[in-house]
């Protein structure tokens, strides 16, 4: 089986929105976003980052995740091996990786949800397309739900969050800054205590990856040459319908996140954004199909799938960067670079990790820590055989 361009493309480009969304955490600008005393500039960039990124990106993530989920039990089958063992090995590495990531870089990682997550895919591997889709819009009203009631709750409370913000931020500041155990303990500490949001959000999450599992089964990213017309027009409409619910549900979000409401509309925002993000993101995606199969297309991907290809490695990598840049480990710029520089920022990291993956993914065939969750997926008996039984990744 081979490697589908088109889904290492979607990778590559979701780099950038990953970047985007880890970064302000790494750095601090997540208080300084919200101060009064930041510049219009500095504002108007965090509010579009929350309206256009945030929450998409990830959703991509896990959509691909889900995807490349049927195309590892169709390689496992025809190789003759357990998926079920396989997988397992596979979602140990990951969970071991994230927790390295969690516990030295940054405590927003995703890989440890997504190890946990997998076993519940796992479980639902049975789930028919329709019956996941069924599945992941259940999740997705639940969830929903859930924002909107704590959302109403918040309305009747009073508008003091800045001052625990503050306090929150001046500590994180001093940690932060600090040597490599201080950094380490505002690590663990910080994931501790957004665990209960990881819980919450993992339904999201799922929900994404069920919605992938039934696209992979249905063949959604790579149609039949019979189907390609129909999908073409199907994409289209899903580019049409991210443009008229999806963003503005993106810029309801915003509008509660970062004003003209105040904090009190926070979860209802969030409840918005449950449902409008899935679509948006959809847009995002499907955008991109269409311009993959279009002119420019070779182009587009030639450009964006080597990143794609070793997605991981770099998903990493930025957190090296953004943690030598802003903490202890390195320049200690942390709470000190504005909402804007850092977009900025994040997009010449995102150029210089396009550059780089087209440079090494054309000396070798796996990043190197592709490398590692390969090693460690297979075992050392089946390394031997890893060639017979097929590629692990699309």
């Not at 449950?274 to 847009?283: F, G, K, N, S, W």
């Amino acid at each position: 089986m081979n490697r589908l361009p088109q889904i290492d493309a979607l990778r590559g480009f979701a780099l950038l929105g990953i970047c985007m969304v880890n970064a302000p955490i790494i750095s601090g600008t997540w208080h300084l976003a919200s101060d009064p005393a930041t510049t219009s500039v500095d504002h108007t960039a965090a509010w579009l980052v929350t309206a256009l990124v945030t929450t998409k990106f990830y959703l991509v993530f896990s959509f691909l995740f889900g995807y490349s989920f049927t195309l590892q039990q169709v390689a496992a089958d025809r190789g003759g091996v357990s998926f079920s063992r396989r997988h397992g090995r596979r979602l140990l590495g990951l969970f071991l990786i994230g927790f390295g990531h969690a516990t030295l870089l940054y405590p927003g990682d995703i890989l440890m949800t997504y190890a946990v997550l997998g076993l519940a895919l796992l479980a639902l591997r049975g789930l028919g397309a329709r019956a996941a889709l069924l599945a992941a819009i259940v999740l997705i009203a639940f969830l929903a739900t859930v924002m909107l009631v704590a959302g109403v709750l918040s309305l009747g409370t009073d508008n003091a969050a800045h001052f625990s913000a503050d306090a929150v931020a001046a500590r994180q500041s001093a940690a932060y800054r600090g040597g490599p155990l201080s950094i380490i303990h505002a690590n663990i500490t910080n994931y501790r205590h957004q665990l209960g949001s990881v819980v919450l959000y993992s339904i999201h999450l799922l929900a994404s990856m069920l919605t992938g599992m039934a696209a992979g089964r249905l063949g959604w990213l790579d149609p039949s040459p019979g189907t390609r017309a129909r999908a073409t027009v199907v994409y289209r409409r899903l580019c049409v319908a991210g443009l008229l619910f999806g963003l503005p549900g993106g810029v309801l979000t915003a509008m509660c996140t970062y004003g003209p409401f105040d904090d009190r509309f926070y979860y209802l925002g969030q409840a918005v954004d449950v449902i409008t993000a899935p679509v948006l993101a959809a847009a995002y995606g499907t955008a991109l199909l269409v311009l993959l199969r279009g002119r420019f297309g070779h182009r587009i991907t030639r450009i964006l799938a080597p990143a794609g290809r070793m997605s991981l490695s770099l998903y990493l990598l930025q957190s090296c960067v953004l943690a030598f840049v802003f903490t202890g480990y390195g320049f200690g710029l942390y709470g000190r670079v504005g909402p804007a520089a850092l977009a900025l920022g994040c997009i010449a990291l995102w150029a210089a990790q396009l550059a780089l993956g087209a440079r090494l993914m054309a000396r070798v065939r796996y990043g190197p820590v592709e490398l590692l969750l390969r090693r460690i997926t297979l075992g050392p008996a089946a390394l031997r055989t890893a060639r017979a039984a097929g590629p692990l990744t699309e």
